[in-house]
């Protein structure tokens, strides 16, 4: 997450401290179970624990920037979600962005939005499976493709080439990839 942490923020120079929040993985299929709730509208216990702490913190008039990864992205969408039905207040010291995450782009601008909370970004690696088939952030069969063909790389492969593991660049997951890169043999 550190590495999440310096992309998101690097213009603003050292980062001195952040604090955690983190979902433990209970497997697949509970992963799933629990992002499905999420994405339903939920919220699950740990979205329901994580609106309580945006609540919290917008209280002491702090101002917060986080980042939400992968199932993270669902997470704090949801926490939102709940946080403007329960209560509808401005959540308007707080800033997000988003590296690689389940929830969709459109339904969140629209949570955030009527939260307060500016979104940083999206930072989506176009070959990873996560933000743009799960999240529902793309419906071009050749982008869909590529995310299926990538998709080894995510579940199996080292975390350096997996399009999801660390922050996208904007290099391109195939480029990345050193063995692709081959010399023209001179004739």
Known sequence: MIKHIQHAFKQD??????????NPSQGGMDDTFESAIDRKGGPTKVAAHLSQI???????????????HSQGGLII???????????GTPLDSQAIQFNGGANNIAQTEIIMQKAGIKVLGYNNNPNDIVPMVIGRNTRNPVRIAACVVALPLVLWGPSH???HTLPYTGTGLWRDWKFWNF???KI
């Open 13 to 22: 120079g050292q980062i001195k401290n952040f604090s955690l929040f983190h």
């Open 161 to 163: 080439l997996s399009p």
């Open 54 to 68: 945006l609540r919290n913190t917008h209280e002491t008039g702090q101002e917060v920037k986080w980042v939400a």
């Open 77 to 87: 969408k949801s926490a939102v979600e709940h946080h403007n039905q329960a209560y």
């Open 183 to 185: 010399k023209r043999a």
